[in-house]
């Protein structure tokens, strides 16, 4: 018996990197998964590589999550093929990294709405299924970036945003039986952060290296990091907990 045998979890941005660690764990432990990706043949692809109990289906579906007929139609979708709605996290993100005086219009209304709106679309969606079902699970994905980092004004701003609207939905979904919690990873080994090297100039495993020796367990993270924390904080386990942002990071937001 796995921890999520009969539940049904949406993770967005789940064709690669963390997203398909989570979507991977989740399956691991019997839940149904479908993942959501602007590219829908990456989400099918990788949908198709989830290693799912008996049982248990999955699907890969294409959606803008900055556009509320995408988000509503994906929700709809899950409901109908896999036959309910119990889990969300919202992971889809993009950078635009840049210092503020180069910094456009366009790199900064990109990285909110797939961060922040992307998250309230989602949410929106979701919690019309959850309120009425009396349970869900909200997990939403900041970064240790809400604490501010350089060239990151845009990405700062919606990561510590997240965790403020994690915060609020904590407070107004509660009563319903919906715990809303956030994750906010360190430095975790995927493409994003090896382009991230890429655009500093420095060679993936130096630039791994470099994070690794900035915080206190002396490694970076990997996917499966947050995925042990989702499928924590996805479960009937953490019932009583709701609001919060964990920190996954190595220690390097407190050394």
Known sequence: ???????VAVITGAARGIGFGVATRFAEEGASVAIIDLDEAAAAEAAAKLPLAEGAKSVGIGANVAKAEDTEAAVARVVEELGGLHIL???????RDNLLFKMTEEDWDLVMGV???????MSKAAQAIFVKQK???IINV??????????QANYSAAKMGIQGFTK???IELGPYGVNVNAIAPGFIATEMTDQTAARLGLDVDEFRKLSAEANPVRRVGEPADIAAAAAFLASDEASYITGQTLYVDGGATVA
């Open 1 to 7: 018996m796995g921890r999520f045998d009969g539940r």
């Open 89 to 95: 996290m919202n992971n889809a993100g993009i950078t």
């Open 115 to 121: 961060h922040l709106k992307g998250h309230f679309l």
């Open 135 to 137: 349970y869900g699970k």
């Open 142 to 151: 900041s970064s240790t970036s809400a604490e501010g980092n350089r060239g």
């Open 168 to 170: 609020t939905l904590a």
